[in-house]
C-alpha cells in the first residue's frame, strides 16, 4: 500500500494509543491501518480499493513511527488471505 501523499506517517492515533495495526495483523477493507499528517490535516490510510481481496494481512510495515513519507512511498506490504 503507497501513501496518497507526501507528509509525517504516524502508525498511532496518538504517543499514547496503541498502533493501528501491525506484523501479521488481519485487515479488512475499510480498516485505518495509520494517519499522514500533511500541514496539520490528518489523512486516513484505509484499505481501500476494488483490486484489494476481501482480507489481507500486514507482511511488513516500511515506515518508522513519525518519519516523513513521499508520494507514493510504499507503507505496507499486503498479503492476501
Do not use: W
Amino acid at each position: 500500500m503507497k501513501s496518497p501523499t507526501h507528509g509525517v506517517f504516524y502508525r498511532r492515533a496518538d504517543p499514547k494509543s496503541p498502533p493501528y495495526v501491525g506484523v501479521g495483523d488481519i485487515v479488512e477493507p475499510g480498516a485505518q491501518l495509520a494517519l499522514v499528517e500533511v500541514m496539520k490535516c490528518f489523512n486516513q490510510i484505509r484499505l481501500d480499493g476494488d483490486s484489494l481481496p476481501e482480507r489481507c494481512q500486514i507482511a511488513q510495515i516500511l515506515v518508522d513511527d513519525a518519519s516523513e513519507v513521499a508520494l507514493g512511498q510504499v507503507l505496507f506490504v499486503l498479503r492476501a488471505v
